[in-house]
């Protein structure tokens, strides 16, 4: 059986419609229950926060969370030692929600006066990922065949039945990361019911991926 290979690109710009914050908490104490007990309390204190402005409790996700041992090197007698020091504990979140300035002004003011002063940036993503991907897949394939067409037309044979699809099913990141939390927030103006004056239009998305499709091939119009 006579084959063609094809790989088609699909490629796809989105206007970002969701705002994402990634906060990250952190502390350290001398034993591990404490580390533990406090990453729970500044997580709550966080959520009742996060509530004051339209969120659910349910809306802060967590991303990745670690209690981690902690040493530092020191000299004794001319000789380098290591001790411990305690146990770091690492919360880093996410909360999401449709682009909004006025709002995303308030998040941010409150977040950075707040005593947890957790660290935190922003970026935009879509609502709907999985769309998107579809998208992209289907434009993907679009093009492969397009191509197949194109080349077993000049070449004289004919496209037959697909006899394999193979795609990576690999992550695709749909986010756009326009600044970074310092200098965007030195440089917003403060407004006088508490909060920043983002002026902030993120650039569109763009993303591709790529499939990879056999066809059988068959030369019978030459013959």
Known sequence: ????????????????????????LEGMYPEYEKALCRSSQDTELLRELLTKFGFERSDLKT????????YESYEEKKVYKRRFVGYMFHHMMKVEFESDNDRLGRVLYALANCPLRPEFNISYTVKDPEAAKNELLSRAVADAREKASVLTLAAG??????????????????????????????????RPSGS??????????????TVTILWEIDDRCNK
């Open 1 to 24: 059986m006579r084959t063609i290979r094809i790989t088609g690109k699909g490629q796809i710009k989105l206007r970002p419609d969701m705002t994402r914050i990634t906060l990250l």
């Open 63 to 70: 991303l990745k969370f670690s209690v981690d041992t902690e």
């Open 157 to 190: 044979v004919m496209l037959k039945s697909i006899q394999s699809i193979d795609y990576s099913w690999g992550e695709i990141d749909f986010e756009v990361r326009p600044m970074n939390q310092m200098p965007m927030l030195e440089n917003a103006r403060i």
């Open 196 to 209: 920043y004056d983002m002026n902030i239009e993120p650039d569109d998305i763009e993303a591709s991926d």
